[in-house]
């Protein structure tokens, strides 16, 4: 993605420095390696997360990094791409030492089967497998090939957790027996398909029972229904956590099957770490939540402003009844800031293999990366605190929830300004109210927290992506045409012409929406803020919603003028014969 990790790997880097020859330019792997040593994703990914110097230089002591390098592209000015892979590993071989922080990633050209059998008993991921005689092509190829080594295993299930359709399961909350000891494994929702939904949801109910066979329901998501151990999972997953649960779990089959003696009614071992239940007479709430613990609250967050971490958490606890029905049951994309605004930060939309088992993800398969993507959701204030706990500012959200990701719940169009004044930004909101009252469309506003305002128009799952994509562009190119000196729907900043750009684009699946009443990573802590429609005028200043503001507006105002968007329906149809007539 085009991050400088120098700072964060410095013993990496200085070995790289060390290397011989002149514009080198080579391909491989960072890795950090287990005291097994096989590669540790997580172990990467702590590493990953370090900033402060103190830290980087501890990390590169107690998890020291290795960069394995398998290709080489250029040395010397030369391009060596055109070369067959067997020549560019030779030449590379002569340059990178077998053994080290950077090393030369060796190859067997014959004996695959035999080596992918040693993979598979020594516990690795997969291999690798490249034809020798290409030359380099940038991208995925069909010259090479990845063979995963996935893990299997059976697990008993003890849970599930229901989607809001009836007759649907969202996922089920599994148990390893080990050596007579039963331990929480996690949950698993992926692979469930349509023929195993109508089987669960005539067997599950016969199962319940009230006492789950966990040590508290802390462990799993609030309002997880638990099972006695009568269904055995088959279930494919990478690895075991370090906090003791699977990662990337996928359903390949079910069965019924009687529990092993003592499992019935046992109570399951908790992740290592993880915080014991509280006692009975206690409330709930105190043992929801076993990981919520808030740290480094002095940390300054806003140079500028002395906002800390503990003003961010401090606000967000506050609007958490306004904010989480739209974060509800989303796919979310968190935005890190570990050191303030001021520091590094990262984009995140595979939710942190460290997420405890109470804040439950979703599975959306991406085809521009080619795998699945688990996001994060946000059911409820402690999964919200602990996620902003992590560095998160902003929080980005789908349009759609699950189980609908392919029907969005609002059709949006961003109003841009970029040069332009903002008066024409609040004469443009307004123009785009006039055209869809005329269509009969409700829209709704709010601040974007930077610059512009949002614009949206409540469908109700009614529409696909496509569909809302295209009613955005009616909406955006009747309201340009309506105001061609003050608006554009050309995307290229430079040719704007010092226009308001009307993106329809935020349309797309997959597409983000800054959630109303989140805080912007900028100077002054800015919130996206929903609005009245009488509050937009020309004398409207975005800067009085901030981080310090917005939670005294909420109480004085109490009703949020922009929740009508969740569950208000546009009559599509309607508008476009209205428009039809109109145009006829």
Not at 15 to 40: H, Q, T
Not at 159 to 168: C, F, I, S, V, W
Not at 451 to 462: D, F, K, N, Q, R
Not at 506 to 528: K, T
Request: proline share 9%; aromatic share 8%; charged share 25%.
């Amino acid at each position: 993605h085009g991050h400088d990790l120098v700072a964060r790997f410095p013993e990496v880097a200085r070995a790289v420095a060390a290397l011989p020859g002149e514009g080198l330019i080579v391909d491989g792997e960072l890795v950090v390696l287990d005291e097994k040593g096989r590669p540790s994703f997580q172990g990467l990914q702590k590493r990953a997360q370090l900033t402060r110097r103190l830290d980087v230089e501890q990390g590169a002591v107690e998890r020291p990094a290795s960069l394995y390098l398998f290709d080489l592209l250029a040395i010397g000015g030369h391009d060596l791409r055109p070369l067959p892979l067997r020549e560019r590993k030779r030449l590379l071989a002569k340059l990178v030492p077998p053994l080290g922080t950077v090393r030369f990633a060796d190859h067997v050209e014959t004996e695959g089967e035999a080596l992918f059998a040693q993979v598979l008993q020594r516990g690795l991921e997969g291999i690798m497998a490249k034809k020798a005689t290409t030359a380099y092509k940038g991208g995925r190829s069909d010259d090479w090939l990845k063979v995963r080594a996935d893990r299997r295993g059976e697990f008993w299930v003890v849970g599930y957790t229901e989607q809001e359709t009836p007759g649907r399961v969202s996922s089920l909350d599994i148990l390893a027996w080990r050596e007579g000891e039963p331990v929480y494994a996690g949950r698993v929702g992926s692979g469930l398909d349509e023929t195993q939904h109508k089987w669960l949801v005539g067997l599950l109910p016969k199962l319940r029972r009230d006492q789950p066979p966990l040590p508290a329901a802390a462990l799993a998501p609030k309002g997880t229904l638990w099972l006695a151990p009568r269904l055995l999972a088959e279930v494919r997953y990478k690895e075991w956590t370090e906090g003791g649960q699977l990662r990337h779990p996928v359903l390949l089959g079910l069965r019924e099957s009687e529990p092993p003696p003592g499992l019935d009614g046992a109570t399951a071992k908790p992740p290592k770490g993880a915080k014991k239940a509280k006692p009975k007479s206690e409330p709930a709430a105190a043992a929801a939540s076993p990981d919520l613990r808030l740290s480094n609250l002095d940390k300054v967050y806003w140079p500028e402003d002395g906002y800390t971490k503990g003003d961010l958490i401090e606000y967000y606890r506050k609007v958490s009844p306004w904010m989480l029905p739209y974060l509800r049951d989303r796919p979310v994309v968190l935005t890190r800031f570990p050191d303030g605004i001021a520091g590094k930060s990262f984009y995140q939309k595979n939710s942190p293999e460290f997420l405890p088992s109470w804040i439950p993800t979703v599975g959306v398969w991406s085809e521009d990366v080619g795998k699945e993507i688990r996001y994060a959701q946000i059911q409820d204030e402690e999964a919200l605190l602990f996620l902003v706990n992590l560095g998160t500012i902003p929080f980005h959200l789908w349009a759609s929830r699950a189980p609908h990701l392919e029907r969005p719940d609002w059709c949006i169009l961003d109003l841009d300004p970029k040069d332009a004044p903002f008066a024409h930004v609040v004469e443009l909101a307004r123009g785009l109210r006039g055209v869809c009252e005329e269509l009969g469309l409700p829209a709704y506003v709010k601040t974007s927290g930077s610059s512009g305002l949002h614009v949206l128009v409540p469908l109700g799952a009614a529409l696909d992506y496509e569909q809302s994509r295209m009613l955005a562009n009616l909406l955006g190119q009747l309201v340009v045409d309506r105001h061609p000196k003050i608006a554009t729907l050309t995307r290229q900043i430079s040719a704007r012409g010092g226009k308001v750009y009307v993106d329809w684009l935020q349309n797309r699946r997959g597409q983000l929406l800054v959630s109303p009443f989140c805080v912007r990573p900028l100077p002054g802590a800015p919130v996206s803020t929903p609005l009245h429609w009488k509050e937009v005028v020309p004398s409207l200043d975005m800067r009085r919603f901030t981080l310090v503001t917005v939670p005294p507006r909420l109480r004085r105002n109490a009703a949020d003028p922009l929740l009508p968007v969740l569950t208000e329906r546009a009559d599509v149809a309607g508008a476009l014969e209205r428009l039809a007539r109109r145009s006829g």
